[in-house]
């Protein structure tokens, strides 16, 4: 049993998986325990793709989703199955 309470706590950290129609990077965006991923190229994803920018998938029920947004002048350009989409300018 006390071993429970900590699968739950890492549970409800956990990203949810992505959608069979995001391929997404297996590390953090920024960090390798960001739970926002690098998005690669995929038919849902081939309109929002910029050269001069990263497309970031954060997961949509993210607590820090402005905070994300505001760090890295991120602009949300879609949602897709439980996923915000933000086009991220490189620096």
């Avoid at 949810?16 to 995001?22: H, I, T």
């Amino acid at each position: 049993m006390k071993y429970l309470l900590p699968c739950l706590m890492l549970a409800a950290c956990a990203a949810p998986p992505p959608p069979a129609s995001l391929t997404l990077s297996p590390t953090g965006y920024r960090a390798d325990g960001d739970q926002c991923r690098l998005a690669f190229e995929t038919p849902a994803t081939a309109n929002y793709l910029d050269d001069a920018a990263d497309l970031v998938a954060c997961p949509a029920d993210m607590e820090n989703l402005g905070v994300f947004a505001i760090d890295t002048d991120g602009v949300e350009v879609a949602r897709i199955a439980g996923y915000v989409l933000y086009s991220v300018p490189r620096r």
